[in-house]
């Protein structure tokens, strides 16, 4: 079985590795960003309410997000596996995800942390701003999500890694090399892909 988290900060590359993996894996890359994004764009009440959040780089609200990660486990094709990314981002997710997967009687088999200095995270978005138009990635903004990221998210590493969950990988490099990295890391815990 194959539950995995990809954690990072934002600018991480996240989302590049995701689609990657879960296409090696054969199991379908969750991405809450997305399907935020996928809400905004179609003017969903959803993603009006989404909107008013990302644009300020802050959280969307847990009682939101959560349902929508349960909805969106609940089906089929998430039985056997997935590959969750940007999401749990909040201690109170972290024990959402967990009561979902007791649900199943499963529990997740790896959490990815994909790390990236500063510097190399603000160059990259400031990057795709000007590639992809998206309207979180202006320089106050992304200060706010690193902000919002260091004082929600990073603590919640510490939690998977009591666990004996946690494998670091360094986001810095070619795609491929990263990808390469993560997949090795995976294949050494008995995780073939
Ligand atoms: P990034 O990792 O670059 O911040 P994402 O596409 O993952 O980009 O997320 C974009 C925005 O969507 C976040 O800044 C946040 O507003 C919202 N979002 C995504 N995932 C979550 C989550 N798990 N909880 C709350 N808000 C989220």
């Known amino acids: 079985m194959s539950r995995f988290l990809l954690i990072g900060p934002p600018g991480a590359g996240k989302g590049t590795q995701a689609a990657r993996l879960a296409e090696s894996y054969g199991i379908p890359a969750i991405s809450t960003g997305d399907i935020f994004r996928f809400n905004v764009k179609n003017e969903t009440e959803l993603g009006k309410l989404a909107k008013s959040f990302m644009d300020r780089g802050e959280y969307v609200p847990d009682s939101v997000t959560n349902d929508l990660v349960r909805d969106r486990l609940n089906m089929d094709d998430a039985a056997a596996g997935f590959l969750l990314d940007g999401y749990p981002r909040t201690a109170d997710q972290v024990s959402e995800l967990d009561s979902i997967l007791d649900e199943h009687d499963t529990s997740l088999d790896a959490v990815i942390l994909l790390t990236a ?40 590493t510490s939690v998977y890694a009591s666990r004996g969950l946690v494998i670091m990988v360094d986001g810095l490099g070619a795609i491929d090399e990263v990808t390469g990295r993560i997949v090795e890391a995976l294949d050494a815990r008995g995780y073939a892909n």
Do not use: H, M
């Open 117 to 156: 200095d500063t510097d190399e995270i603000v160059r990259r978005l400031l990057n795709r701003a000007i590639e992809q138009g998206r309207t979180d990635d202006t320089e106050d903004v992304i200060r706010r999500r690193l902000e919002v990221y260091e004082a929600e998210t990073a603590p919640l």
